[in-house]
């Protein structure tokens, strides 16, 4: 046997060593879950599953499948992706693909739809069904003006994590939404959020229903522009005096509303008149778009990350009677900071003022409970959408939720795609020092190496 034999044999064995070592490593990474072989590069972490789906699917009891169903060719792979990370995280979590070219029958079987994330729940025999065109969500306008389709958010967290709750849960609640007052229709994010929880959204017009339905979960006032009438006061009161539950988005008015505000006497707050502002906390330089404190320790800022900041535009401003009537006890879980006011065109009032508040009355059998924000653009659509970084949308659905022992808010919003805007909270030194400091002293020190050049 030859030296250079030798040396041809001994390098095809390391070949074969170093090839077969690839395929077993190769083998090994492909059983590793998904979260392990793939990390979470994306800006808004669209892969990661957040605290409430965890929490979810700890506590699940009941086995869900989620069919792919679409050609695999086709189907987006970040959807694909995505939805093996419920797998990995539960036992009772099994996905399956569809092949709805090669296998139409068994798309046809399941009474799914093509290019859908088909969720069923043995236990329950429930299924829902998710269009992918709900987890990646288009600019529609972008394609009719320019002819380009442009994503703009995934909701792949919310809408499975929704399903999942759904099918699985038999909880059920149903609230009302009041009309006649001026009031606006909720928004997309925030109908698509109650949805996500098992709520169930009806309207009413108190004065022409003639009273308040006897299902009526949750009664909810969403920025009444004119009063309540006098009848509707009264259906309020003997409503809530039946243990039921309330929320008011009030908002700043210029008209008197003496019958809103006499319903709010009775659970010891008072919604006072003029427009809130705050001096040390607020949005580019207007005192009237405030930044709120956020107090813990209560149920509805319960799961809220204190170090986020929630925004609030043109708010009222709520007080604290100053002797509460019997059984009554207040909570406020957002207020101005120390340098709030309220503005009326006769002057400004300093202190510190309530902007969202709880308030609970014990009845002779049962509590009744009423929560209030001193203003509606927490649920504004506009403004969510512009900063996907708020959390406005968690401090109501907490508020929402609270209402009921056998709910969970699991009302996920959709993570953007586009560039997120960074809102900063005090914004006025952080300016200063970006705008005016830094710029100078690049420029002070850019003059003074090219003296010292010039002179050599």
């Not at 319960?302 to 009222?316: E, F, M, P, V, Y």
């Not at 914004?427 to 010292?452: C, D, E, H, R």
Request: with cysteine; charged share 20%.
């Amino acid at each position: 046997m030859t030296r250079k034999f030798k040396k041809g044999g001994y390098t095809a064995f390391l070949s074969i060593i170093v090839i077969a070592a690839v395929i077993i490593l190769n083998m090994i990474i492909g059983r590793l879950p998904e979260k392990v072989r793939q990390w979470d590069m994306s800006s808004t972490k669209i892969y990661s599953l957040g605290q409430t789906t965890q929490d979810l699917l700890k506590g699940l009891s009941k086995d869900v499948t989620i069919y792919v169903v679409g050609d695999p060719d086709s189907v987006d792979k970040r959807i694909t992706n995505f939805v093996k990370r419920y797998e990995d995280l539960s036992s009772h979590i099994k996905v399956e693909s569809v092949d709805s070219i090669l296998h139409p029958e068994q798309v046809k079987k399941l009474q799914a739809e093509n290019n859908t994330l088909f969720v069923r729940c043995q236990g329950t025999n429930k299924t829902e069904s998710i269009p992918f065109t709900d987890i990646i969500k288009m600019d529609e306008a972008s394609y009719y003006y320019y002819g380009q389709s442009k994503e703009t958010e995934f909701d792949g967290e919310g809408q499975v994590t929704g399903a999942i709750s759904h099918i699985t849960n038999d909880v059920q609640k149903t609230i009302y939404v009041t009309e006649g007052h001026g009031e606006p229709e909720f928004g997309e994010t925030v109908s698509g959020m109650l949805k996500k929880s098992n709520l169930t959204v009806n309207s009413i017009n108190l004065l022409t229903k003639g009273s308040i339905p006897k299902d009526c979960e949750l009664l909810i006032f969403n920025a009444p522009a004119s009063d309540l009438a006098a009848d509707e006061k009264k259906m309020v009161e003997e409503y809530l005096n039946g243990g039921g539950n309330a929320m008011f988005l009030a908002g700043y008015s210029e008209k008197e509303r003496p019958n809103l505000n006499a319903l709010l006497n009775d659970y010891g707050l008072n919604l006072e008149t003029g427009l809130a502002a705050d001096t040390k906390n607020y949005y580019q330089n207007n005192p009237y778009y405030i930044f709120p404190t956020i107090n813990s320790g209560n149920e509805v800022t319960d799961g809220i990350d204190l170090k986020s900041a929630a925004l609030i535009l043109q708010s009222a401003a709520l007080t604290q009677k100053k002797e509460l009537p019997e059984g009554v006890a207040v909570t406020p879980f957002m207020e101005t900071s120390d340098g709030g006011m309220v503005v009326t065109a006769d002057g400004q009032t300093k202190g510190t003022y309530i902007l969202g508040a709880v308030s609970k009355k014990t009845l002779d059998s049962g509590s009744a409970r009423l929560t209030v924000f001193a203003t509606p653009s927490l649920i504004d659509e506009k403004l969510n959408t512009s900063f996907g970084n708020l959390t406005n949308l968690d401090l109501f659905m907490n508020a929402v939720t609270s209402n009921f022992s056998d709910v969970t808010n699991v009302s996920i919003p959709s993570k953007s795609l586009e560039i997120t805007n960074n809102t900063v909270t005090h914004g006025g030194l952080w300016g200063l020092l970006f705008i005016v400091v830094i710029p100078l002293v690049t420029l002070a020190a850019g003059l003074i190496i090219w003296i010292k050049r010039r002179r050599l």
